[in-house]
């Protein structure tokens, strides 16, 4: 027992050292966005974009730190505040699917060739249901009585009495309570560095120790026989186990590092690591009890559709073309 665990700490700790100037570029990024309030920002304004408020909504996504149990009480805050569907439909999937610290991490554990592909799937996936939503707006397909309950009406989640589902605590970060007692800029930059290197290094931590243990312990034969052609039926079972995961995009990465290395074909290996970081039981949960039925089962469609997508054609990509293939072969 002592020298396994020996050599568990070893590869946790090399692990972690090869990590780290990924992690610290993806925090020096967040915490820019985060001090200067870019994403909040454009966040604000949706409303008034009109047209362009789909892929407005699908850059803010993007450069937006949340997962998507912090996803679901900005989507609800904006709906109910008269944000049309669309959009904040958009922002609800995209936001859990990239972030500049998700993307430097997805570059040193998977390779910059899948952090780039991960960038394509993220504006694929905010396009896809944004535009099939506002089709589907148009077309009166959710009907007059809105996107949330009846009992929720106007939600704001910083108000004192919005529901408890939607409880917000970010009037008491360390970064916030700096702004509000007047400190320069230089110190709420690093207050939001320090919070999101507590947070973002959560997930690298629970990410990499899967990942080892994956590593370690799962059997090459079992993950190629199962999971290594690349079939629809490969990808279609990955695609439904990663619904219910409660991973986010670092956590995601650092497991799939390991099983791409089991043996695990290219396009289940995406679906994984787009559909674990949209969706998860403690998100979906939240979402029915806030919104409309018809509205979380478009929302699931959505995912399972464009996840399913992405990933046959991406399998299809590598099958028949050897070059490609070779792209995401990666090796740290």
Not at 98 to 109: Q, V
Not at 296 to 311: K, M, N, P, S
């Amino acid at each position: 027992m002592g020298s396994e665990a020996a050599v568990l700490g070893r590869e946790f700790v090399r692990e972690i050292v090869h990590v780290l100037p990924y992690f610290f570029l993806g925090v020096f990024l967040g915490a820019v966005i985060r001090t200067w309030r870019l994403h909040v920002r454009m966040r604000d304004s949706l409303g008034r974009f009109g047209m362009w408020a789909v892929p407005a909504a699908v850059l803010v996504g993007t450069i937006s730190p949340l997962c998507s149990c912090g996803s679901i009480p900005l989507f609800v805050s904006l709906v109910s505040s008269g944000v049309p569907l669309a959009p904040a439909l958009t922002l609800l999937l995209v936001s859990p699917l990239m972030s500049p610290s998700g993307y430097t991490i997805t570059a040193w554990e998977l390779g910059p060739a899948w952090a780039n592909l991960k960038v394509f799937s993220a504006l694929f996936m905010g396009f896809f249901a944004g535009g099939i939503t506002l089709l589907l707006e148009r077309r009166g397909f959710f009907g007059n009585p809105g996107v949330l309950r009846k009992e929720y009406g106007t939600v704001d989640i910083h108000a004192p009495d919005c529901p408890g589902e939607l409880s917000c605590t970010c009037g008491d970060q360390w970064s916030n309570r700096l702004v509000r007692k007047g400190r320069g800029t230089a110190a709420v930059f690093l207050a939001k560095a320090w919070e999101l290197t507590v947070t973002t290094g959560k997930f690298t931590l629970i990410g990499v120790a899967a990942a080892v243990l994956a590593e370690r312990y799962i059997p090459r034969e079992w993950i190629g026989g199962h999971l290594g052609t690349g079939s629809f039926g490969n990808i279609l079972t990955v695609t439904f186990l990663a619904i219910p995961l409660h991973v986010n995009e670092i956590t995601a990465a650092a497991i799939l590092y390991s099983l791409l290395g089991l043996g695990l074909a290219k396009g289940p290996a995406l679906a994984f690591l787009i559909g674990g970081p949209a969706t998860s039981i403690p998100a979906m949960s939240m979402l029915f009890t806030m919104c409309r039925k018809r509205v979380v089962l478009t929302f699931l469609a959505l995912c399972l559709a464009g996840t399913l997508i992405l990933a046959m054609s991406f399998q299809a990509a590598v099958n028949r073309f050897p070059a490609i293939e070779a792209m995401f072969d990666y090796v740290k």
